[in-house]
């Protein structure tokens, strides 16, 4: 599985991006794609997953309210929309596809098999 995660940029705070995760390869019916960021000195952490077999999503509290993460399945595509920008969010955003993970796992990025590249979101205030 190949992962390539684009549509990051630089924005003032307040504003929007939305991110996308293309997919190529073979996944599963039951995979579940997450975004993470890392923050300047920080660890990595969750920000906001979709599973394929029955759309769940959950959101990091930092996310909710502000993100939104959606699928194409025609596209093989997973987005991250982001609203209400503000600096804290600046870093960079990668996502990565688990073949089989239970829920309480879905938010660890180490349960996660496959990682796109990143994409950096840069908000300034």
């Known amino acids: 599985v190949q992962l390539q995660a684009s549509g990051g940029g630089l924005v003032q705070a307040g504003g929007s991006l939305t991110l996308s995760c293309a997919a190529s390869?073979?996944?599963?019916?039951?995979?579940?794609v997450g975004w993470f960021r890392q923050r300047p000195g920080k660890e990595r952490e969750f920000v906001a997953r979709?599973?394929?077999?029955?759309?769940?999503?959950a959101y990091a509290d930092s996310a909710k309210g502000r993100f939104t993460i959606s699928r194409d399945n025609a596209k093989n595509t997973v987005y991250l929309r982001m609203n209400s920008l503000i600096p804290e969010d600046t870093g960079i955003y990668f996502c990565?596809?688990?073949?089989?993970?239970?829920?309480?796992?879905?938010?660890?990025?180490?349960?996660?098999?496959?990682w796109g590249q990143g994409t950096q979101v840069t908000v300034s205030s």
């Open positions: 990565a596809v688990g073949l089989r993970l239970i829920t309480s796992s879905t938010t660890d990025p180490a349960r996660y098999d496959y």
């Open positions: 390869g073979r996944t599963s019916s039951t995979h579940t």
């Open positions: 979709i599973r394929r077999s029955d759309n769940s999503i």
